[in-house]
């Protein structure tokens, strides 16, 4: 009954072009609610636990997922303030059902099937890695597919040749870890807080490329990603120089790491962008907030004359605004509401 009564409602509103999407995320430490209405962002709300995990290093699994339950009835309530919208006016739910911390998913999924259910309204089931790319649709009105995406976030490393809005190859991958894991792992190494990657950049500020790292693949012909080996690296100086009793110079340090991290994104990036003979490219994740990588990007590009986009940094790491965006144009590829009974999937692939 549910499903017809929300089908129904989805093809009365699937081609306005001003249908409004409430989205709900909460795949990790960001329990977010996002109100768009066509492109234009009406509410963009974030209820950020880093302060809560902080203390541990990193984001403890149950104290997100109980986190999330206490903050999402709040972050509806404040995103339908800020739009000046009561529920009756969304169209269409969305909520980002995979990839992510499997309890901190269910909280956002649950609490979301619940209001399309008492509702009678349709929902739409997000990929969180696709939110990351689709956010640069609201933030850079002009741009389309085709054209090459690098993905940095922190569970996720891969560049992927973005043919039309859901037709979406994967041309290369990190082999170990992600490049946000990296970064938060480096900075834990040298005594700064999580989440690492701002921090490092911070760091990073007067510092130079003194210290030596190597580059994995270098005279392979491929656009994976290894950011183990430069992890490694990074804690051996670090233990060398300790044996060895003489000082680090930890701006230097994080400065070295973070040029390398970001040189071998951007050349992958760029030198598969111009095997394809596309001259588009986009950042997405909350690794493209980074400075340097976006500094170097632009760099590269126009040496090229590629252009390249990316988001403002609030809509680089986790929101809810890239759930919405990405239901919007899942939409105009041809994609319909799920059924009650959605469950998430914590392995969730970058092109499921
Ligand atoms: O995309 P995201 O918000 O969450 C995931 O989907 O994983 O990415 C979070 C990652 C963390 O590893 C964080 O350290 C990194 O993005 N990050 C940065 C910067 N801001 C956030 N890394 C480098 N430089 C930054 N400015
Ligand atoms: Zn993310």
Do not use: W
């Not at 999580?194 to 950049?201: A, S, W």
């Not at 233990?239 to 994104?265: C, P, W």
């Amino acid at each position: 009954m549910y499903f017809d009564e929300a089908n129904k409602y989805f093809d009365m509103v699937k081609d306005k072009e001003d249908k409004i999407i409430l989205a709900v995320e909460s795949s990790c430490d960001e329990t977010a609610c996002a109100i768009l209405k066509g492109k234009e962002i009406k509410a963009n709300i974030i209820a950020s636990q880093i302060e809560i995990h902080k203390r541990f290093g990193g984001v403890v699994p149950e104290i997100a997922s109980r986190n999330h339950i206490m903050a999402i009835q709040n972050c509806i309530d404040q995103a339908l303030a800020e739009a000046n919208m009561t529920l009756d006016d969304i169209d269409i739910f969305a909520v980002t059902y995979g990839a992510g911390l499997l309890g901190a998913l269910l909280v956002g999924v649950s609490y979301i099937k619940a209001l399309a259910f008492a509702l009678n309204k349709p929902l739409m089931a997000v990929n969180h890695i696709k939110g990351h790319i689709a956010v640069n649709y609201v933030a850079n009105l002009e741009l389309k597919p085709p054209y090459i995406c690098l993905i940095a976030s922190g569970g996720h490393t891969a560049i992927a040749h973005i043919r039309d809005y859901e037709d979406i190859e994967i041309v290369g991958t990190t082999q170990d870890d992600a490049c946000g894991e990296a970064f938060d792992k480096v900075a834990r190494v040298l005594g700064l807080e999580y989440p690492g990657g701002p921090q490092i950049q911070k760091l990073a500020k007067g510092g130079k490329a003194s210290i030596e790292i190597p580059t994995p693949y270098k005279d392979v012909d491929t656009y994976d990603f290894s950011f183990s080996g430069i992890k490694t690296a990074v804690i051996n100086y670090v233990h060398k120089m300790e044996q060895k009793g003489e000082e680090i110079n930890r701006q230097d340090l994080a400065y070295s790491f973070q040029d390398k991290v970001t040189s071998i994104m951007v050349n992958n990036t760029i030198r598969c962008a111009l095997d394809k003979g596309i001259n588009k490219v986009v950042i997405a994740g909350g690794v493209g907030s980074n400075e340097m990588l976006r500094e170097k990007m632009e760099k590269a590009s126009k040496k090229h004359k590629i252009d390249v986009f990316y988001p403002p940094i609030k809509l680089c790491t986790d929101n809810a605004v890239m759930i919405a965006s990405e239901a919007y144009h899942s939409i105009l590829a041809g994609k319909r509401p799920v059924d009650i009974d959605l469950d998430a999937n914590a392995n969730l692939k970058i092109t499921d």
